[in-house]
T-cell receptor
Framework: GEDVEQSLFLSVREGDSSVINCTYT??????LYWYKQEPGAGLQLLTY?????DMKQDQRLTVLLNKKDKHLSLRIADTQTGDSAIYFC????????????FGAGTILRVKS | EAGVVQSPRYKIIEKKQPVAFWCNPI?????LYWYRQNLGQGPELLIR????????DSQLPKDRFSAERLKGVDSTLKIQPAELGDSAVYLC???????????????FGPGTRLTVL
């Protein structure tokens, strides 16, 4: 079945690291994605990870994948106020072609 | 390069009225998606097109929703008649090509926020 779960809210201080967690259910997903949504805007792809990798780093972003536990995390180093947004985790189960199944999103609030 | 364009950005209608949303995908993108995003939720796929063919419409409520993508470029999504529960943001996205096993970066438009009174 399809089910992606995320914590609802995270609050951090500017300059700290943020870690947003996600669990998914379908082990057939070849890629797992992180999207960012700012108020009134569409979703923007931040990064993605191939399922045979356990880590991917891209500037301030680090994605960790634990395939055994079906757990995905996004770490944002040196979090800035501009990082305040909603972050969505998404899986793409093979049986559904390239359909993305999104979690409900995690609201990240960065306090200055 | 222009992104995915959607119009209108906002629409307020009374229940039982019809409504239509329009999407212009990124030039050259064969695959087009319509999603519905309810408040506090992630987007849920309504329909996916490969060129002009609807290849996945299993989540589209066909009694009141319809979509078309004539000529494989622009697309419209229609609701007739609208119900209170249709209030949501309707997002359009496009991607270069939909291939199983290949990273599927989808580019999203800003969405149309529909309010049904």
């Amino acid at each position: 079945g399809e089910d992606v779960e995320q914590s609802l809210f995270l609050s951090v201080r500017e300059g700290d690291s943020s870690v947003i967690n996600c669990t998914y259910t379908d082990s057939s997903s070849t890629y797992l994605y992180w999207y960012k949504q700012e108020p009134g805007a569409g979703l923007q792809l931040l990064t993605y990870i191939f399922s045979n990798m356990d880590m991917k780093q891209d500037q301030r972003l680090t994605v960790l994948l634990n395939k055994k536990d079906k757990h995905l995390s996004l770490r944002i180093a040196d979090t800035q106020t501009g990082d305040s947004a909603i972050y969505f985790c998404a899986e793409s189960p093979l049986e559904y072609g390239n359909k993305l199944v999104f979690g409900a999103g995690t609201i990240l609030r960065v306090k200055s | 390069e222009a992104g995915v364009v959607q119009s209108p950005r906002y629409k307020i209608i009374e229940k039982k009225q019809p409504v239509a949303f329009w999407c212009n995908p990124i030039s050259g993108h064969n695959t087009l998606y319509w999603y519905r995003q309810n408040l506090g939720q992630g987007p849920e796929l309504l329909i996916r097109y490969e060129n002009e063919e609807a290849v996945d419409d299993s989540q589209l409520p066909k009694d009141r929703f319809s979509a078309e993508r004539l000529k494989g470029v622009d697309s419209t999504l229609k609701i007739q008649p609208a119900e209170l529960g249709d209030s949501a943001v309707y997002l359009c996205a496009s991607s270069p090509r939909s291939l199983a096993g290949v990273s599927n970066e989808q580019f999203f438009g800003p969405g149309t926020r529909l309010t049904v009174l």
